[in-house]
């Protein structure tokens, strides 16, 4: 499937290094558009009026090339299905600017760093150890569409293909923390929203290609680390083979040795019921209370690879 249509909204038209990026609120991986000479003009156009008044566009992408090849105004009702479906969480908390480089992860990735966070204080049944969270993320990283299962969950989530899709993939591993094994889930986004920052990523896993996104998502957990802290750590199986600090899952998405715009402009840690951005600046959020779109991305993805 390396072409696929989708139901999008414009977060952003940006230049890098004199190209055009477009980015999508519903995807993380960053477009240059490759219009035909004949159709450039008009489609830019329905871009631009797209971003100008927040309304959706049929957008024909190839995400592993990072290619935008058409764009289209959808139906009457197929905008009034895309919002209905486009559910906003309510009150969402604050993203931060952050340079990484400068954290110091022996307070950073404490729970009590990030306490003024409401949803830290409306949930409190937290992993007692990092054994629990171990057993969590590798029942997780277990259901990974390449491995052929059998899995324990349906649909099986596709790892192997980081370059699109964390939101649903962080979305069904919410769930299974969540209602298989009783823990609060909050999730964590990164963004690459600020100047001609990139976020860009070694896929080691995966055959070692460098992969960007302008933002990303992962579940993160608390983990009681002794009597008096608590952890903060990220389950992410496309990039680690372990849960990881939040720091550490930070600087991972800077690698330089891919993209020398590698930065993280801004993080923000939401209610695990946040799935994907509503907006370029990270202040709103939609939701998918359902999993309808989480599990037909996951289904979508299941067969695609990263390199």
Partial sequence: MPNETRMLTVAAIRKHKGKTEVLFNEMQAIFRPLFAANLALSFTKLLRESLRNRTPVKGLVDAKRGVLRRVAPPSAGEIREFREFKILLESPERSQRVDVSSLDPTEFN?????????????????????????????????????????????PCIPF?????????????????????????????????????????????????CCVGWWYHVAPLVRVRLGRFFVLCLVIDPGMFDKPVLLSTWL??????????????SMYSIQPGSAYWPNNYAGTAFGTDPSYTQTNATLINYQNLVTC
């Fill in 110 to 154: 404490l729970a009590h760093f990030h306490r003024r966070l409401r949803c830290f204080r409306e949930c409190r049944r937290i992993i007692p150890n990092y054994k629990k969270a171990k057993k969590i993320f590798d029942f997780c990283a277990k259901q990974s569409c390449n491995l052929g299962g059998p899995f324990s969950i349906s």
């Fill in 160 to 208: 192997q293909y980081v370059i699109d899709g964390c939101y649903a993939r962080a979305h069904k591993m919410r769930w299974i923390i969540e209602n298989k094994y009783g823990y609060c889930c909050e999730k964590v986004f990164s963004f690459a929203n600020q100047n001609n920052d990139h976020l860009a990523v070694r896929a080691n896993k995966w055959g070692g």
């Fill in 251 to 264: 600087a991972a998405q800077e690698n330089t040795g891919c993209d020398s715009t590698a930065h993280v």
